[in-house]
Every structure is written in C-alpha cells, then in structure tokens.
C-alpha cells in the first residue's frame, strides 16, 4: 500500500484529471465453448483501443487466493490496506444512504429473505423484490421499538436495507446472520467477544419483532443481517493524495465507501450513460472521479454470462462520453472477481488498464481482457498502488529525494 504520510509530501497541485472507472466484478472465467471470459467474448472496439494505446495488468484486491468483499477491494482501490483498514458493511450501507453514524452506533446490511414453513431459507434474496416494496417493508421494520437502544432501518437498493442500534457500548463483534446459502436458517446473532454481549441480545430482540412483521409477506418474509461495523474514522482521500474526489455511484453501497474516505457524492441514476454523462456535467468542479458500474457483478452472481457481456458492451459503448473530456488518465479495471461460472465473487485477479496519453508508456496488449492483461506491462500487482501509479502518469507527483 501507499505509504500515506510519503503521499502527502510528494503530491504536487495540479489541474490534471483522473477518472477510475471500476467495472464491478469484472474479472471472469473463460467458458468451455470458445475459452473466452466474458470481458473477451464482449465486442469492446473503444477498451480495446485504449489497451492498446496504454499499459495494462491484473491486480490483486486483497493478496493472493483472496477472495475479497466489495467493501475492502473498493478500499483497495482507493488506496487504503483493507487489512489494515477493516471497513465492516454496514457502515458502508448507512453512509450509502446519506444516514450520518454516530461514533457508538452500530450498523448492518440486511437483506429480505424468503423462509419456507420450517424457516428455512429458500431465496437470499426475495425474489429480487423492486426497490418500491423494499422501501415499503424497511418503513414497517422502522416502526419496531426494543428496550435498551433506539433502531433505525433505512431501505438501500432492492432487497436490501441497513439497520442501526443506537446506544451507549454498543459492539459490532458480531458475525453475519446470514448463512451465505439455501437451504439453511438464519443464524442468531451471537458475541464473538463479552463485550458484544448486550448488542448480540440486543439484534436478537430486534429480528424476532422484524420476523412477526413480516410473517404476512411474500416473497419476503424473512431477514438476515450482515457487516456489523462502527465509523473506523480513516484518514482522508483528499488529504492524502491532494485530490478534489468525487463519486458517480448508482448504488448506496459504493456511496457510502467513498464518502467513509471523504469523497463527494454526485446522485446519479442508470443507464451507464448518465452516470458519464454526470461526470461530464461536473467536469471542471472536480480533478478526480470514481465512476462505479454495478450490474456485471451482479448478472456474474446471476450466474448469466451472456448478461454480464452485454454490460461490458454497454460501458464500452457509452465511454466515448467519458474519452470526449480528454482526461490526462483513465483507469479501467474492476473491484474483485465475478466469474459467472461461481455466480459469487472468486479470488481471481482483475484486469485493470491505465491510458494516459502524455505520459503512458504502452505495452503488448491488443485487447482488453485477462489473456492480454496477463502479459501486460503492469504484471500482477496489488490494487492499493493503483493510486500512486494514477497519480504519477498525471504527473502529480514529486521526485523523491535528491
């Protein structure tokens, strides 16, 4: 990782513009029929220029044999040890939605489930119910009131909301009520440490009342919890490479990671062409942005390559938009692995290309894939120098030493 305090002394002030895109889940696995993952099987004449034009890699979020959760790799990517800085996704589901933590607070993803007669799950994630119904379930679920800690549940995106304890000593030693598969029952929230005790009993108490709520619904009658988090209070993006960051994220999730790192958040709803178009509209306020596209991942956990391709193919019809700024650089990679054929993340390294016009000095590739990105100039190397190796091709910072 970047060593923070060294970033603050080299970083130079400047108007150049930098522009990380990151593909969600981009990376892959190649299909029997042709070998071809679903990156390589996409038609991508505008990535595939810019690869050639730039220097290309695949980058580890976490270490080798990792398989990293969305929270951490975005850290990652932003530049900050995920190891180091462990990030629960809770907080980022609330800071996602604009709801502003209180140090003792603690937070958790939900997620609307369907249990069958026996309360076994049957679907982790409702059906994918519409976003209106979720909003409608979490104000019946914000209605919920137990002794000892005031709640709060705010909807997220779908079948997804987050829930707040506020009290005094609360602690989020506690793991996921979700057991990551069917054909399980949710788990109980227990206290991996004494201290977490009070707060286990505490969202015990509160899904109980949340199961009665829901008792009368379908698909989703049911919920589980997971990422249990307090604020950690990182060191600031802006601060430390000297940036004026923004965000163009559809989903609250990657909202919330980039305003937990001190990144303004630009509200922005699909298709991938208005979010850059948005960062066109706000071109000359900001000199660095994070441009997040959420559905290859989530058509890689649909298990639907064919899907996941055409999302691809929509990012690289759309970037014109964003080539057209003439930023100094760009980066195109992803945040982990979703292969379609694991339908879940997977420890796979990403593909990642650099173009920098000025100052990039090109590579091998022909392409923009993990075959050519395997033989690039950049090898396998980890996200956190991702920023330091953006930063220097836009010439932004210093010569260290004499």
Known sequence: MPDFDLMRKLVLPSNRRIILLVLDGLGGLPRQSDGKTELEAAHTPNLDRIAQAGITGLSNPIGRGITPGSGPAHLALFGYDPIRYEVGRGVLSALGVGFDLEPDDVAARGNFCTVDERGVITDRRAGRIPSEIGVELSKLLDKIEIEGAETFVRPVKE????????????????????????????????????????????????????KAALADWRPANMVTLRGFAQDPALPKFPEIFGLKPAAVAVYPMYRGVARLVGMDVIPVEHPISNEFQTVADNWDVYDFFFVHVKYTDSRGEDGDFEAKQ?????????????????????????????????????????????????????????????????????????????????????????????
């Open 159 to 210: 079948y997804r909301f987050v829930l707040v304890l506020r009290s005094l000593g609360l602690s989020d030693r506690i793991p996921d009520t979700d057991p990551q598969q069917v054909g399980l029952r949710p788990l109980p929230a227990v206290a991996e440490v004494p201290e977490a005790q009070r707060t286990a009993d505490l969202v015990n108490t509160w899904i109980a009342k949340a």
């Open 310 to 402: 055409a999302v691809i193919e929509e990012v690289d019809q759309a970037l014109p938009i964003l080539l057209d700024l003439e930023p100094d650089v760009l980066v195109v990679t992803g945040d982990h692995s979703t292969p379609s054929q694991l339908k879940s993340h997977s420890w796979h390294p990403v593909p990642t290309l650099v173009w920098a016009p000025e100052t990039v000095r090109s590579d091998a590739a022909t392409a923009f894939g993990e075959t050519e990105c395997s033989r690039g100039g950049l090898g396998i190397f980890p996200a956190t120098e991702l920023m330091p190796i953006a930063l220097a091709h836009a010439q932004r910072l210093a010569k260290y030493g004499a």
